[in-house]
C-alpha cells in the first residue's frame, strides 16, 4: 500500500523558513514524478514544485523560482521529497500536498491528473 506522509508545516512569520517533507513508501520510486502542490483558501490545487527521483531534474513555479527547492533522498523502497521554503510571503499561506506519479514522456507535471498518489496535507501559514 503505497503513503506519502507530509510534515513540518506550521505558521511562520513573513520572510521566514520552513521544510517540508514526504516520506513516500509502499513501492519502488525508481522512475517517479514527486510534486509539490499547494492549496490556498477559496482556491484551486496548484503546481508548486516537482523533481523526477531517476536523474534529479527538477521544475518549479514561477511563483517560487528562487525561493523554494526540492530535493529527495532515495532508498530501496523509499523515498524522501524535501521542499525547503525560504523568504516566505502571506500568498504562500496554503494546505501543501505531496504526490507521486510514473515519469512518463509527454506528461506535464504541472497537471494534477498525472499523479497517481496524494499525501493527506499539512498547512503552512504565513503571517505578515
Known amino acids: 500500500q503505497v503513503q506519502l506522509v507530509e510534515s513540518g508545516g506550521g505558521l511562520v512569520q513573513a520572510g521566514g523558513s520552513l521544510r517540508l517533507s514526504c516520506a513516500a513508501s509502499?513501492?519502488?520510486?525508481?522512475?517517479?514524478?514527486m510534486g509539490w502542490f499547494r492549496q490556498p483558501p477559496g482556491s484551486e490545487r496548484e503546481f508548486v514544485a516537482a523533481?523526477?527521483?531517476?536523474?534529479?531534474?527538477?521544475?518549479?513555479a514561477d511563483s517560487v523560482k528562487g525561493r523554494f527547492t526540492i530535493a529527495r533522498d532515495n532508498a530501496e523502497n523509499t523515498v524522501t521529497v524535501y521542499l525547503q521554503m525560504n523568504s516566505l510571503k502571506p500568498e504562500d499561506t496554503a494546505v501543501y500536498y505531496c504526490?507521486?506519479?510514473?515519469?512518463?514522456?509527454?506528461?506535464?507535471?504541472?497537471?494534477?491528473?498525472?499523479?497517481?498518489?496524494w499525501g493527506q496535507g499539512t498547512q503552512v501559514t504565513v503571517s505578515s
Open positions: 504526490a507521486a506519479g510514473l515519469s512518463r514522456a509527454g506528461s506535464s507535471v504541472l497537471n494534477l491528473q498525472r499523479y497517481d498518489y
Open positions: 509502499g513501492r519502488t520510486f525508481s522512475n517517479y514524478v
Open positions: 523533481i523526477i527521483t531517476r536523474g534529479g531534474s527538477t521544475y518549479y
